[in-house]
């Protein structure tokens, strides 16, 4: 039996708008107690409509939404906005930092899929984008977590194996850390980061995000991200470069 369609009001950042039929236009958002989801907007695509200057992306808004088990797409009945945050829209870097965090967090879930904890992690990345501009440290900061609210914590403090603390690699297989004896009997790829970077790793799990930024963490967002890719057993969006990643560097 098709359960009966809900009203559900939450928080939500917006995505992106896709041009749909005529005046109608569907939004993805990431919201709070409904995970990724598509809704459809009548009207949005008249100049005037209320809905453009609301459903901007990157605004974080208030909804309610109108759905059903059986839709792909859903209908969005109410939007306010909660913040805005213009410097993300007039700054090119920030643009692309937080189109890349969308791109991850599309492959990190499905749609209709709720991870409150992700979203509430994404409110707060986001507010350091706005604050402080993208940087290296911020969004490995935000992977480490992503992966530990996620429920795939990465272990980081000693060799997986056999408990030894002066850890270099990082193996998949093992969800964190292994010494280099240990890495070198591994039957399954293992990433090196180095003793250093370990640990600036581990400094970075523990460091409030605020803080975050001003960490350094050069070169360890690749290593990172194929570890995760690992564990996960998916494919992580790189930053995309036609010159260089969004926080400046080498590409
Ligand atoms: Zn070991």
Redesign the pocket.
Known sequence: MPSLPQRVRTRAVVFRRIPYQEATAIYELFTYRLGRIKVLVRGARRPKSRWVSTLEPFHVIETVVHRRDTREIQTLQEARILQAYPALRTSYDRQRAAALLFDWIRHLVPEDTPAPRLYTLLERVFHQLATHGPSEALFVAFLLRAAEVLGYPPRLDR??????RR?AYLAATEGGA??S???RQAQAPVVFVGTQGLARLQKLQKTPLSQAGSESVSGLLDPLLEFLEGVMDLRLPRPRAPQSPPWGGTP
């Open positions: 060799c997986r194996r056999c408990g030894d850890v292994l010494c004896s240990c890495a």
